[in-house]
T-cell receptor, first 117, second 112 residues
């Protein structure tokens, strides 16, 4: 696609509910990142994929967070048993390859705003 | 100590003035430095990248890097009301893999 596409754009979940957030990166982009951005804060790294391999998940805040990219394209971030502190904007970013991203930065999707009530 | 620090602002400048945004980082192994602009309710948009000490100019924007002082800055000349946004400093560190670490951002207001 022309850009990074994320869905849904907005999600309201009741506390304890499971949610799944989707990211469709730019076609052919090898590197895919998930970031979490709380209100008034900068994006915080969650996890990184190179193709289908999850090379870094050090930023996932708890074992309730799980991400996958089974075919090396679309990625899903799943949050189980959502808590109020999970309320944030979840941003997906991609780059053609790791080197390009490290040098030229990333293209971000529009994000999914998750509100847990 | 946060890995990337920015003054949260808000920084308010009159239209036509120079806006100066500053950022410090803690990892001396950092190699790539970025400035992203984020309008309210929107996602970050890359506006500048810099890798070498010194200045890099692109239109009204100039990024400055001083690795010895671990300091990055962004100058916006002839500021316009449309420049009002949050500016995120971001740093890519070889020691941290390929992830990019973001600061909390500086809010800029350009008054007409």
């Amino acid at each position: 696609g022309a850009g990074v596409s994320q869905s849904p754009r907005y999600k309201v979940a009741k506390r304890g509910q499971d949610v799944a957030l989707r990211c469709d990166p730019i076609s052919g982009h090898v590197s895919l990142f998930w970031y979490q951005q709380a209100l008034g804060q900068g994006p915080e790294f969650l996890t990184y994929f190179q193709n289908e391999a999850q090379l870094d998940k050090s930023g996932l805040p708890s074992d309730r967070f799980f991400a996958e990219r089974p075919e090396g394209s679309v990625s899903t971030l799943k949050i189980q048993r959502t808590q109020q502190e999970d309320s944030a904007v979840y941003l997906c970013a991609s780059s053609l390859n790791p080197g390009q991203g490290a040098i030229h930065g990333y293209t971000f999707g529009s994000g999914t705003r998750l509100t847990v009530v | 100590q946060k890995e990337v620090e920015q003054n949260s602002g808000p920084l308010s400048v009159p239209e036509g003035a120079i806006a100066s945004l500053n950022c410090t980082y803690s990892d001396r192994g950092s190699q790539s430095f970025f400035w992203y602009r984020q309008y309210s309710g929107k996602s970050p948009e890359l506006i500048m990248s810099i890798y070498s000490n010194g200045d890099k100019e692109d239109g009204r924007f100039t990024a400055q890097l001083n690795k010895a002082s671990q300091y990055v800055s962004l100058l916006i000349r002839d500021s316009q009301p449309s420049d009002s946004a949050t500016y995120l400093c971001a740093v890519n560190s070889n020691t941290g893999g390929f992830k990019t670490i973001f600061g909390a951002g500086t809010r800029l207001f350009v008054k007409a």
